[in-house]
């Protein structure tokens, strides 16, 4: 409901949505790597296709990435590799992509500048 909320007061304010990243998707037991939905599955899937919007990709809870964002070192830079850092990559190059098709030309608002030889 949050992430309704949330949506909703970005769209009033004309911020664009470039989609939907669903974090606390499941949650991986530090223990024996157990990994469970104990918030439910499918909602940010959901919620997309209700706004027509694209799921950027799901970001499980993991004492790790708070353990390692706290020392200075977020999942990408302390473990390059990992199943998580592979998730991060994924929905960086997907809001990338979303980003250069936004691209938009605005030469045409700025105004001529002519040179003349006098």
């Known amino acids: 409901m949050d992430a309704r909320k949330g ?4 769209e009033k304010v004309d911020v664009k949505i470039i989609g939907i990243v669903e974090n606390m998707s499941t949650h991986i ?4 790597g157990h990994e469970e ?3 439910g599955a499918g909602g940010g899937e959901k919620m997309c296709a209700d706004y027509n919007t694209e799921f950027l990709g799901s970001l499980p809870l993991d004492i790790h990435i708070r353990e390692q964002a706290d020392s200075g070192k977020p999942t990408v830079v302390a473990d390059p590799d990992g199943n998580i850092s592979k998730v991060y990559k994924q ?9 250069a098709d936004m691209a938009q030309d605005h030469s045409a ?3 001529k500048i002519v040179v003349q030889n006098t």
Do not use: T
């Open 7 to 10: 949506l909703k007061m970005f």
């Open 29 to 32: 037991c530090s223990k024996c």
């Open 37 to 39: 939905h104990i918030f």
């Open 91 to 99: 929905i960086a190059r997907r809001v990338a992509v979303k980003i």
């Open 109 to 111: 608002v700025f105004p």
